[in-house]
Structures are given as structure tokens and as C-alpha cells.
């Protein structure tokens, strides 16, 4: 195959703090063969491909290590698990992964679906039948009766269709664990904790320090990356001591955590930007501010962002998720906030954000799909961005600041046409938000306070 000659005014290799100048890219196969200096790069031969980046600013694809793939942009656990069958969420998975490439998003990781939906998706994009990014795929989310994930009541229980797998005994954990390699995933998600808490407030942890143990030690043994979602220090600390791979959220992690996450080597991805979301938008939705909702969202917040500072001062690396797939986060408009949030919240420079966004989240990618760096032996996936995110990181969440996308040196592009979301997503049967007292109807304005004779 002929080479592909890219000449970079301005490039991020992913791996560095500044940006260079004047530099070459040289593809061959798909791969990086040559990234430096344009005066010593290899010439092109007669026929060989010669791009231009002109002034636009080029770095590494982006990736995002929380996607929820196939979820639908899901107002309700309901949307998730019930409404549709997993061959539709599948194809819906392969048509939102367009939303994806658009927003510059080059490789994701959907941690935890039903199934082999996302197993599915990747299968197809890897056989050449569609054009997509790569996926670290996954399957049904680990899960235990005090973790997220068991989330519907217990006369209900968690159907094999369900993204969810109750697993409440060593031996289904386990043979769970073993299901999954088969089937080939990439990646296996714990839930090890939920909305269970200790009369302290303290979150429980779904599973023993023991059991945590035992599932990464078999999950690792099969060759398989290991996600947790994890809010507590209870289960931050079985995830750390067991030495998973990446541990979403952490917020409510203290010092013998990240003495833990340090010793392992363990990575977090806060993903905090749903959390953002739904306090920006909580009061577009009275129904969530009643609640309590997005009172709780901000406390969290405010915890969170005081930890993971400290985290981010001890020196462990954090990688990037946006938990896209829900209606307050829809696929393709907001995985770049995260990349913002590091910066105007947890203190990282435009460069390190920009580093946890692409090299560092790379690492959750099967090694079969070495990216997230302009480097030799990488494969080719970048980008080219009208503006400089080194600057400003705010502008990747402008899908027009994306100007081409490309995939193992080939341009790609996506289609992101309109949908219906009453056929696409939207199926919830929740008819009223709230209850409609004479009183409620008095505070809309809709009723007189007092009816005169």
C-alpha cells in the first residue's frame, strides 16, 4: 500500500505539553510510520497521497472510556433495559456511533450493556461493513443487590436481557466472568456500589473486599480490562487493592484510597459531566429540583471535586468519560466537556486534559488497537480542529470546530441525520411527572387561589 503524507503547521502528538510546528505525518497501512520534523521526513514517491492540514490545529483522535453505546440516550432505567429488545439497540448502538465519530470521538468504551449489543457493534465495524469508531465492547454489568445495576425491585430481579447481572454468589460472579471472555469482550464492568448507604451516610460496597479481589484476579487472568463504577470509599478501596483498570467516579474516596490507586497503578475517570448536566439543566425540570435531585448532584460535585484534586496532586492518572447515552447526555453533543471539567474544576492544564482525553484513556483500548498518540506505531486515527484546544479545550464540544476525521489515514464522513426520538429512543410510558393536586394546579397559575361566589 502506497504512503499517506500529512504536513502539520501546528500537531499535539498526545504524549507531550506543547504543540509542535512544522511537522509530518507518514501512514503506511494504516499505521504511523514516521511523526517529526517535515525537513527530515521521507519524501513522497510519485502517486503517493500528500494532505495539507493547512492552519487547522492536528491531534489524536479523542476517546471517551464511559459511552453507554446502546443505551438510546435513556431518560429512565425503564428506557434502558425494557421498551426495546437487544437486536434494536444494537442497530441503534451502530447508528449513534456516526454522532461519535463527528464530535471527533475516534475510539470508546462502552462499559457495561446487554448481551453482546456492543460485541456486536464492534464486530461489524471491525469486519468492514461499517465505518465506526473502535470500541472496547463489554457486556452485562456485574452487579450485586446493594450495587447500581440491580436497579429494579426484586419480585422484578435482573432478566438476561437486562444490562445488569445480578451475580450474588461467588460462583455466579465468576461464571459470569468466564461467559463474558467467551463471548469476547474487552472490558467487564462491576457495579460495586448504588444507592445503599449505612445510617453514617457512608455508601456500601456491593461486594467484599475478598470477592473484589477474587473477580479482577479472574478477569486479569483472562486477559480482560476491569471497570468499576464506584461512588464510596468503601468500594474505591476494594477496586484500588484489587488493581482494576480504571474507577469511575471516586468521589467520595480519601487519602488511604489514593495511597491504594497509587500502589496499583489503577486509573480514575470522574465523569463528571452528567453530574454538570443535570445541575445546569435542573431547572428546566422542576420535577428533579422537588426531589431533591440536583441539590444531591451539586453536594456531590462540591465532594468530589475537593477529592479527586487531592488525587490529582498525588499524581494518579485520570482518563476521560462523559457517560453518554442518556437524554441529559446525548451521543456526539457533550464527551468533550469532561476534557473541561478537568481543567475549570480539578486544576489540569490544557495539555494534560488533552493527554487524559486521548494517550491515557487509549490505554482502556485493546492492545490490538494501539492509538491515542501521533506516534510511530500507532494507528492513524486523528483529527483536525479549527482553533487551538491548547488554548482553549472548550471548543472541542463544537462539532463544527471538527473539520475532518480520520481512521487509520483514510478520511472518514459520518452521517449524523436526523431521528425521531419517539421511534429512535424515547419510549418511556410515564405519562405525568408529578402529582396534579388542586393545590399544584393553584401554584401553575391554572386555578384561582380562592374560588368567589
Known sequence: MSRIHVNCQTLFTGLEDQARQQQTLVIENGMFSYVGSRAEAPQPTPGEAVIDAGDHFVMPGLVDVHTHLV????????????????????????????????????????????????????NSINAGMFTGPRIAASSNVIANRQSLNDWFPSWVGTPEYFSGRLCATRDEQIGEIRRQAKDGVDVIKIAMDGPHFRPN???????????????????????????????????????????????????????????????????????????????????????????????????????????????????????????SGFAITPYGEWHAREIEILVDWLGFTPAEALRAATSVSAKMLPASQPVGALEVGRRADFIFVDGSPLENVAILQERSRIRSVYLGGKRVEPTVPGYDPNKVSDFNTVKWSELHTRQRAVEMGKRPARIDQ
Do not use: W
Open 201 to 323: 451516610g457512608e455508601h456500601i460496597a456491593a461486594f467484599t473486599e475478598e470477592e473484589t479481589r477474587i473477580m479482577v484476579e479472574e478477569i486479569h487472568r483472562l486477559g480482560k480490562k476491569v471497570a468499576v463504577h464506584a461512588y464510596g470509599r468503601e468500594a474505591v478501596l476494594y477496586a484500588a487493592k484489587a488493581g482494576v483498570d480504571v474507577i469511575f467516579h471516586g468521589f467520595f474516596m480519601d487519602d488511604e484510597c489514593i495511597e491504594a490507586i497509587l500502589k496499583s497503578g489503577s486509573h480514575l475517570a470522574p465523569t463528571f459531566t452528567m453530574l454538570a448536566n443535570n445541575v445546569e439543566f435542573a431547572e428546566d425540570y422542576e420535577a428533579s429540583t422537588k426531589s431533591g435531585y440536583a441539590a444531591m448532584q451539586r453536594r456531590v460535585i462540591d465532594v468530589g471535586c475537593r477529592n479527586l484534586r487531592r488525587a490529582r496532586e498525588a499524581g494518579i492518572p485520570f482518563m476521560t468519560g462523559s457517560d
Open 71 to 122: 443505551f438510546g440516550n435513556a431518560k429512565s432505567e425503564e428506557d434502558i433495559d425494557l421498551h426495546v429488545s437487544p437486536e434494536f439497540r444494537a442497530l441503534r448502538g451502530l447508528f449513534f456511533t456516526q454522532h461519535l465519530l463527528a464530535a471527533g470521538y475516534t475510539s470508546v468504551v462502552v462499559p457495561g450493556d446487554a448481551g453482546q449489543c456492543s460485541i456486536a457493534v464492534r
